[in-house]
Every structure is written in structure tokens, then in C-alpha cells.
């Protein structure tokens, strides 16, 4: 199983967004392991866009992803899309 820190890092090496990138990087860089943890298991989650995309950790579930206002206008094929990524990510050795 792989850890919080490698299925972020591996989220950033397919370039999904730019901003994702720059600011999940940025995350990278200043937090270690467990505060991640910490950090994505809070009721707020973490911003990994820096504006609209939030990212939850819950353990044994997996990573849980929304977009602001998806109740609003729906959920983004993004969302989606890093949530299935990183929870792949996750059951890799």
C-alpha cells in the first residue's frame, strides 16, 4: 500500500492541472506524512487546487474529492478523475 505523500506525488507527475500541480507540489514540499494525514482527515479537507477542489483522506475508505458548489452545478469529471487516480495510486505497492 502506498503512502498519502506517493499518491499525491504520482497525482503530480500526470500533469492533470496546472494548478493542482503548483500548489499539491508546494504541499509536498512543506508537509510530511503525518501531517497530511492530519491535514486531509479534517472536517474541511484540503484544498489541492488552492481555490475549488477538496481533497479528504478517510483510512480504510480511500481519498475523497469535491468541487465547491457540486451540489450547485454537479461534480466535476476532475474530481472524478483524482479521486479514482489516487485511490488506484493507494492499492499500489
Known amino acids: 500500500m502506498a503512502t498519502i505523500i506517493k499518491c499525491l506525488e504520482r497525482l ?12 499539491v507540489k508546494f504541499l ?26 477538496q481533497l479528504w483522506y478517510y483510512p480504510g475508505s480511500g481519498f475523497k474529492c469535491r468541487n465547491m458548489f457540486e451540489e450547485k452545478y454537479g461534480r466535476l469529471p476532475l474530481c472524478n478523475f483524482v479521486e479514482s487516480f489516487l485511490n488506484e495510486q493507494l492499492s499500489l505497492p
Do not use: C, F, W
Open 28 to 53: 509536498l514540499e512543506n508537509v510530511n506524512e503525518s501531517q497530511m494525514e492530519y491535514k486531509l482527515m479534517q472536517p474541511t479537507g484540503i484544498k489541492i487546487d488552492g481555490n475549488m477542489i
Open 12 to 23: 503530480t507527475e500526470r500533469n492533470v492541472d496546472m494548478a493542482i500541480n503548483k500548489h
